[in-house]
């Protein structure tokens, strides 16, 4: 069966990391967290204490990171690696979060992530999630999928995940984060966050995680 590029955009906290691991375990196909490479980077600039402003540091930075994902059996994810540390959970700590979306507006940060992306799914078979893959990573994905959710059902969603790993995090903390990085991710220069052409856009404010599933599979039918 013909291998396509399956791109899953849009914003935070509305199911898209939870749909595209679904829909390549379905099809046997191999799954991709940009968000995860970009938080990584993050974690990489916060340990370094590396100046969003400072172009040489982050030139060199760059040169030393390294981005890998490794399946645990244990646990069931696929685990973010930074330069051979397993970074899966610390990644996705509020800190990071905090800081991810100033660091992800770097051309330099851009220019790295979607060379890195574009060789990683160059075999095609792959699911992808984030927020330019329609757009600027696989603009000729075959399948292109927008997802959005109201504030308030992203927030609590992304606080029972934080609450899930001891995280206690106030709700109006959550809203306030999730509407600044909305801002910064669709308002930057480059590969700002937007809704491909032809993407299909989901609203998943009252979908269960199945019918987000099913949505992509019955999209990929038509393409295979
Ligand atoms: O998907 P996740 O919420 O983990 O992404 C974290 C941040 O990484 C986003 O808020 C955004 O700033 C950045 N990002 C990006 N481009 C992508 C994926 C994520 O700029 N393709």
Do not use: W
Not at 81 to 98: A, P, S, W
Not at 106 to 126: D, L, N, Y
Not at 147 to 157: H, Q
């Amino acid at each position: 069966m013909k291998k396509i590029v399956i791109a899953i955009d849009g914003h935070s906290s509305c199911g898209k990391s939870t749909t595209a691991k679904l829909v390549a375990k379905e099809l046997g196909y191999g799954y991709i967290d940009t968000g995860a490479m970009y938080r990584a980077v993050t974690l990489y600039f916060l340990n370094h204490f590396i100046d969003v402003n400072d172009d040489h540091g982050i030139k060199l930075a760059l040169e030393n990171i390294e981005i890998s994902f490794k399946h645990n059996p244990k646990t069931g994810r696929n685990e973010t690696f930074l330069n051979g540390l397993n970074v899966e959970d610390e990644i996705r700590k509020m800190y990071v979060t905090e800081k991810v979306s100033e660091v992800s507006v770097i051309p330099a940060v851009r220019h790295a992530m979607v060379k890195e992306q574009q060789r990683m799914g160059r075999k095609r078979g792959v699911v992808m999630d984030g927020r330019d893959i329609g757009t600027t990573v696989f603009p000729d994905a075959e399948v292109k999928v927008f997802m959005t959710a109201d504030t308030y059902t992203r927030a609590k969603r992304r606080q029972q995940e934080l609450f899930a790993k001891n995280e206690m995090v106030d709700l109006d903390d959550i809203i306030e984060n999730l509407k600044k990085r909305d801002h910064i991710d669709s308002n930057r220069a480059e590969s700002p966050l937007r809704q491909a052409p032809d993407a299909e856009m989901l609203d998943t404010s009252f979908m269960a995680i199945d019918e987000q599933v099913d949505f992509v599979l019955e999209k990929v039918a038509t393409k295979v």
